[in-house]
């Protein structure tokens, strides 16, 4: 898979996709990663690459002409011909365009599955106000955030897209039960379970939060670690680790029991809990 990042600070990437998983990924040539600075798109001797909006307003956006000459660079058309040349059925799948910015759809774990079947992921980094809309209307295939709130630009979201969608390539992970089980994974995943609704991984999220962990020293601070986890039964480990997943998304993330796969045992839990249900 390849990665192509527009961005106006290409410097930015040089600390975190030279680390872990992502630099493994690179050296074992799983994953691609190019970077392209806006500016070297520009033709003026200060290489702007910004304007004052029109109609007004505070700070700065991106130009149109920089961002159009580092897509075509790519082989990046329009949308409209993307889409007449993929009517073909033996056309290759088009690169997706992303706009990253604060007033995209959400990026989550379901996004980043649907874009892991892509070959190459073209990623835009806003800056300043944002960036001529014309762009987005021409070239982009979808605009997404990754919270909300609001940041300098898009090259820390771009950096979330390129690590959650790339741990889901085949090889990545050492473990490939790793990437299929972890929290937010799809509902389908807790599926996979014993015949007493318990998951058979320890890793079945089935879309919840993850439970605790805890390591050596048994005894830490004063606090003990859990003493389920010490006797060796790995049922009980399961439900344990089931129950705790359960509490920690109902304190932290309610909204996502209603998209969980819910055993009857964990909705009874959920309702002792204090759970209003679906």
Same mark, same amino acid.
């Given at each position: 898979?390849?990665?192509?990042?527009?961005?106006?600070?290409?410097?930015?990437?040089?600390?975190?996709?030279?680390?872990?998983?992502?630099?493994?990924?690179?050296?074992?040539?799983?994953?691609?990663?190019?970077?392209?600075?806006?500016?070297?798109?520009?033709?003026?001797?200060?290489?702007?690459?910004?304007?004052?909006?029109?109609?007004?307003?505070?700070?700065?956006?991106?130009?149109?002409?920089?961002?159009?000459?580092?897509?075509?660079?790519?082989?990046?058309?329009?949308?409209?011909?993307?889409?007449?040349?993929?009517?073909?059925?033996?056309?290759? !799948?088009? +690169?997706? /365009?992303? %706009?990253?910015?604060?007033?995209?759809?959400?990026?989550?774990?379901?996004?980043?599955? =649907? *874009?892991?079947?892509?070959?190459?992921?073209?990623?835009?980094?806003?800056?300043?106000?944002?960036?001529?809309?014309?762009?987005?209307?021409?070239?982009?295939?979808?605009?997404?955030?990754?919270?909300?709130?609001?940041?300098?630009?898009?090259?820390?979201?771009?950096?979330?897209?390129?690590?959650?969608?790339?741990?889901?390539?085949?090889?990545?992970?050492?473990?490939?039960?790793?990437?299929?089980?972890?929290?937010?994974?799809?509902?389908?995943?807790?599926?996979?379970?014993?015949?007493?609704?318990?998951?058979?991984?320890?890793?079945?999220?089935?879309?919840?939060?993850?439970?605790?962990?805890?390591?050596?020293?048994?005894?830490?601070?004063?606090? !003990?670690? +859990?003493? /389920?986890? %010490?006797?060796?039964?790995?049922?009980?480990?399961?439900?344990?680790?089931?129950?705790? =997943? *359960?509490?920690?998304?109902?304190?932290?993330?309610?909204?996502?029991?209603?998209?969980?796969?819910?055993?009857?045992?964990?909705?009874?839990?959920?309702?002792?809990?204090?759970?209003?249900?679906?």
């Amino acid at each position: 898979m390849q990665f192509d990042v527009i961005t106006i600070f290409p410097g930015f990437f040089s600390g975190i996709f030279e680390h872990g998983i992502v630099r493994r990924a690179q050296a074992d040539g799983l994953v691609t990663i190019n970077l392209l600075d806006l500016r070297t798109f520009t033709h003026d001797r200060h290489r702007t690459v910004d304007d004052r909006p029109f109609g007004g307003g505070e700070g700065m956006v991106l130009k149109p002409e920089p961002l159009a000459a580092a897509l075509a660079s790519l082989g990046i058309v329009e949308k409209t011909k993307r889409e007449q040349e993929n009517s073909s059925s033996t056309a290759p !799948a088009p +690169p997706v /365009v992303i %706009l990253l910015s604060a007033q995209g759809r959400p990026f989550n774990q379901s996004v980043a599955r =649907q *874009l892991v079947t892509r070959d190459k992921i073209v990623l835009l980094c806003g800056r300043y106000e944002g960036v001529d809309e014309r762009i987005n209307d021409l070239y982009c295939d979808m605009e997404l955030s990754i919270g909300d709130y609001v940041l300098s630009g898009g090259e820390l979201a771009a950096a979330v897209v390129v690590d959650a969608v790339m741990r889901l390539i085949p090889g990545v992970l050492g473990n490939e039960a790793s990437g299929e089980f972890e929290s937010f994974g799809l509902a389908d995943a807790v599926i996979a379970a014993t015949a007493d609704g318990v998951p058979r991984s320890q890793h079945g999220a089935g879309g919840l939060l993850d439970y605790p962990h805890y390591t050596r020293p048994a005894e830490f601070g004063g606090l !003990a670690a +859990p003493s /389920v986890l %010490l006797n060796g039964d790995h049922q009980q480990i399961r439900r344990w680790r089931r129950e705790q =997943q *359960l509490r920690k998304t109902l304190a932290n993330r309610p909204d996502l029991l209603n998209l969980a796969a819910l055993s009857e045992e964990d909705k009874r839990l959920l309702d002792s809990l204090g759970w209003p249900g679906r």
